[in-house]
C-alpha cells in the first residue's frame, strides 16, 4: 500500500468542513494551538468507535497540552450526531462527503480487502502544530493504543 504523499514540516492542507452541529470548522480557527486531525472510515465500526472513544477519554489531557482533536470521515452531519448520541463521545467530528478534504490529506487512496480493490479512506493521523504545518502523521493506523501514542508524541515535540 502506498504511504501518504504529505511530509512532516510541511504546511496543513487548508480546510473547512460541518462539524456534527453544522457548524463550519477550518484549520485557519486552531492558528496558536495545536491539532489532532484525524481520518476514519465509518461511523459505527469497531475500530472507528475506539479510536473516537480512546480520543474521548483523553481529550482533557490533549487540552491541557494546547490542542484540540478533530476527527474526519465521508460520513454525513447525521451520522456524526447518531454516532456521537449513541457512543457518548465528547469530540468533534467533521463531515467530508465529497471526501475533497481526504484527497488533500491523500488519505482517499485504494484498499484491498478480500482481493478487490477499491477506493476508502486509509485510517490516518496528523498532528498539526501552532503554525499550521504538519508536526507528525502516522499513515495506516491500527487503532489499539493510537490515542496515547498520538498524546506521547504531542508531549515529546512541545518538550524539544
Not at 467530508?96 to 490529506?105: F, I, P
Not at 482517499?108 to 507528525?136: C, H, M, Q
Not at 495506516?140 to 506521547?152: F, G, P
Request: glycine share 6%.
Amino acid at each position: 500500500m502506498s504511504k501518504n504523499s504529505l511530509t512532516e514540516g510541511q504546511k496543513a492542507p487548508e480546510f473547512c468542513l460541518p462539524d456534527q452541529n453544522e457548524n463550519e470548522i477550518c484549520l485557519k480557527d486552531f492558528t496558536g494551538n495545536w491539532l489532532v486531525l484525524y481520518f476514519y472510515p465509518r461511523d459505527n465500526t469497531s475500530g472507528c468507535t475506539k479510536e473516537a472513544q480512546d480520543f474521548t477519554a483523553l481529550k482533557m489531557d490533549f487540552e491541557s497540552e494546547g490542542a484540540a482533536i478533530l476527527g474526519v470521515s465521508k460520513d454525513s452531519v447525521k451520522s456524526h450526531i447518531r454516532f456521537i448520541e449513541k457512543k457518548e463521545l465528547g469530540i468533534t467530528l467533521l463531515s467530508d462527503e465529497e471526501t475533497t478534504v481526504h484527497q488533500k490529506y491523500d488519505v482517499w487512496r485504494t484498499k484491498k480487502n478480500y482481493g478487490k480493490e477499491y477506493l476508502g479512506t486509509v485510517r490516518s493521523t496528523f498532528l498539526i502544530d501552532p503554525d499550521g504545518n504538519i508536526a507528525r502523521i502516522w499513515d495506516n493506523v491500527r487503532t489499539k493504543e493510537h490515542a496515547e501514542k498520538v498524546l506521547e508524541a504531542l508531549r515529546e515535540i512541545k518538550s524539544n
